[in-house]
């Protein structure tokens, strides 16, 4: 078992965009990666150790809360917010909250070395990301529409199940017809991503005015992080 290893793929088809939805959106896609044979723990030195890294060197990059106000990725996904029945002002969009925790003198949270490794990937790049417990979701079924009046959704985080408005943007499960995302914000608690999950799906979220060098760069880190601290070894067996 010792040449078993972490295993991903890029630029996946497997997520469809609604005709409609893509009419009012243009440049609304996502990057997909896929993960195999990982090893996903509560936590561990290393990752907390690089985790201290990237927060000093994000917070040389971005040196006050007032430069977060001109970073065009973060202006484009408060543009969508709005669009899509978000508040960017409550809710902030998933990087920008992350910059603004760092700039605000707090550590990335700790939650599994696959979320924290996607979390810094996320802070450095700037991009809302993504993840779905493969075992969870039929990969190769699901579709970005426009919600329905009504609809239910039950988000990690979330005390119970909230009723949606119509004019966000969800991800379904078209196997099941579940919800295991309303985009960009939040993802399901039904596919959520635990120590006990192997194989992974993760999205690079883009929204229109975020270019493809943007999900590239995002997809690149993502990649590198969660095979550096989420790697099989034969310890796991």
Not at 33 to 39: G, N, R, V, W
Not at 193 to 215: F, H, K, Q, W, Y
Request: net charge neutral; charged share 30%; hydrophobic share 40%.
């Amino acid at each position: 078992m010792k040449d078993r290893k972490v295993f991903s793929t890029g630029k996946l088809e497997g997520l469809q965009i609604d005709e409609n939805l893509k009419r009012a959106f243009p440049g609304l896609r996502v990057e997909e990666l896929e993960f195999h044979h990982l090893a996903i723990r509560k936590t561990e030195r290393r990752p907390e150790e690089f985790k201290r890294q990237k927060q000093k060197e994000i917070r040389e990059k971005v040196r006050s809360l007032d430069e977060i106000k001109s970073v065009s990725i973060f202006r484009a996904y408060r543009d969508f917010y709005w669009k899509v029945g978000i508040d960017p002002t409550k809710t902030r969009p998933a990087g920008e909250a992350l910059v603004r925790r760092i700039l605000g003198g707090r550590d990335l949270p700790t939650i599994n070395t696959l979320v924290d490794s996607y979390n810094i990937a996320s802070a450095e790049s700037f991009l809302a990301i993504a993840a779905f417990d493969l075992s969870s979701i039929s990969k190769d079924l699901l579709l970005m529409r426009t919600a329905i009046e009504g609809e239910s959704f039950h988000g990690i985080g979330m005390v119970s199940a909230i009723k949606l408005t119509g004019v966000e943007i969800v991800i379904e499960d078209t196997a099941n017809r579940n919800l295991i995302a309303v985009y960009p914000y939040r993802d399901s608690d039904s596919s959520k991503v635990t120590e006990r999950s192997a194989e992974v799906l993760m999205m690079m979220c883009g929204v229109p005015g975020i270019s493809d060098n943007d999900l590239d760069y995002a997809s690149t880190l993502t990649k590198r992080y969660v095979e550096k601290f989420c790697e099989f070894s034969s310890k796991d067996v």
